[in-house]
């Protein structure tokens, strides 16, 4: 896969609500309670949170981890998210999704790459190169990963949306190319330091009209036409 940017992208303005946030963050460990069906906050409550995007469509990330996975939780605000791929690895990016990137070696190149769609559907992908010269390879898995969505309805104050959840087991990294040259390690140790960024696409015109008002949210701006800039990543650090 080579992922191409048209001209009319260098419009539209990647979103970043970092007021009040650090640029970084820190994964905490997570309790008993995490799994795949915790959409309730309760078993997250001691992740911290980044939230990004345009009014209205807001996402908030958390993640946490244990000794088998690293947990992933994306809160989508949509009043009507909508998608017609349901495979894996379709290229979820031209409807809408939750992105992130994980470079585990700071390398900027051959990175994770994870998609999820409202539809419970999940595109993993190793970027081998970024931007401007984006190189991907569709047929490379995470083993063992697992996700679910939950769809939100609305209620006082917030519009509705979906709940999406990723379980990444470290063993799925285990064949990238920084865990197998021994620069990063699985599970990681405390104290140690990825790189990462997240990303949200919107098409608020749904299937019918997808590229019109399309809205491209990364919580680090690239300040470049694709989301695949390594300069904007940042610290992804594991706590104790």
Not at 170 to 189: I, N
Request: glycine letters at 6%; one cysteine or more.
């Amino acid at each position: 896969m080579r992922r191409t940017w048209l001209l009319a992208i260098l419009m539209l303005t990647l979103v970043a609500t970092m007021a009040g946030q650090k640029a970084d963050y820190t994964v905490k460990r997570a309790g008993n309670g995490v799994s795949l069906k915790a959409f309730d906050t309760k078993p997250w409550a001691n992740a911290e949170s980044i939230v990004w995007g345009p009014e209205g469509y807001k996402t908030t990330f958390r993640a946490l981890w244990n000794d088998q996975d690293l947990w992933l939780r994306f809160d989508v605000e949509d009043p009507a998210p909508w998608n017609t791929m349901t495979k894996r690895d379709e290229h979820l990016w031209d409807e809408e999704v939750v992105e992130i990137f994980l470079d585990l070696d700071a390398t900027g190149k051959d990175y994770a790459e994870y998609e999820l769609n409202p539809a419970n559907v999940i595109c993993d992908v190793k970027m081998e190169s970024a931007w401007p010269n984006v190189q991907s390879n569709l047929e490379w898995d995470h083993a063992g990963i697992e996700s679910s969505v939950k769809k939100q309805p609305a209620s006082a104050g917030y519009r509705g949306g979906w709940t999406g959840i990723l379980r990444l087991p470290w063993k799925g990294f285990s064949d990238l190319p920084a865990v197998a040259s021994k620069r990063a390690t699985v599970p990681p140790a405390a104290g140690a330091t990825w790189k990462f960024n997240l990303f949200r696409i919107e098409r608020p015109h749904g299937p019918k009209d997808p590229k019109t008002d399309g809205i491209f949210a990364a919580w680090s701006p690239t300040g470049k036409p694709s989301f695949h800039h390594p300069p904007a990543f940042r610290s992804l650090t594991f706590a104790k």
